[in-house]
């Protein structure tokens, strides 16, 4: 590994954890209930597309933690453990959440595509271009 690649994590890293402290000030500076990381993603993008934070100052460490990512799991399987009792007795419930919203996520992400499909080729029509 070179100074220079070396340089361009501890960059991509800093500037990961300052979005992840913005983020955590507008959350709890604003009155809603919203996940901080989250946020801090959306932001991450929009800088991203607009060019303000430049790929190549983000892509070393986005790619060592995508590789160790299975770490990052640790934590929520010691939760499981730790909250167990709990699950198990709320199972019933849990599920037909997980599977409620799943399928209502994807009715309403289906109806959506949908929608943007006939906006799209409706607009094509007006111009006078084939659908596609």
Not at 22 to 28: A, Q, W
Not at 58 to 65: A, G, M, S, T, Y
Not at 90 to 98: R, V
């Given at each position: 590994m070179t100074k220079k690649d070396i340089a361009l994590q501890t960059l991509g890293f800093g500037i990961l954890i300052i979005?992840?402290?913005i983020s955590n000030v507008?959350?709890?500076i604003l009155p809603?209930?919203?996940p901080a990381?989250?946020?801090?993603?959306?932001?991450f993008v929009i800088l991203l597309q607009a060019k303000i934070i430049?790929?190549?100052w983000v892509k070393n460490i986005c790619e060592l933690l995508l590789k160790h990512?299975?770490?990052l799991f640790?934590?929520?399987f010691v939760g499981i453990i730790v909250y167990f009792d709990l699950i198990k007795t709320n199972i019933l419930p849990i599920l037909l959440a997980i599977f409620l919203i799943t399928t209502l996520i994807m009715?309403?992400?289906?109806?959506?595509?949908e929608t943007i499909i006939k906006f799209t080729r409706l607009s094509r029509m007006k111009k006078g271009t084939k659908n596609v």
């Amino acid at each position: 590994m070179t100074k220079k690649d070396i340089a361009l994590q501890t960059l991509g890293f800093g500037i990961l954890i300052i979005l992840q402290f913005i983020s955590n000030v507008i959350i709890n500076i604003l009155p809603i209930k919203f996940p901080a990381p989250i946020l801090g993603m959306v932001i991450f993008v929009i800088l991203l597309q607009a060019k303000i934070i430049k790929e190549e100052w983000v892509k070393n460490i986005c790619e060592l933690l995508l590789k160790h990512m299975a770490l990052l799991f640790i934590p929520l399987f010691v939760g499981i453990i730790v909250y167990f009792d709990l699950i198990k007795t709320n199972i019933l419930p849990i599920l037909l959440a997980i599977f409620l919203i799943t399928t209502l996520i994807m009715v309403f992400t289906a109806l959506f595509v949908e929608t943007i499909i006939k906006f799209t080729r409706l607009s094509r029509m007006k111009k006078g271009t084939k659908n596609v």
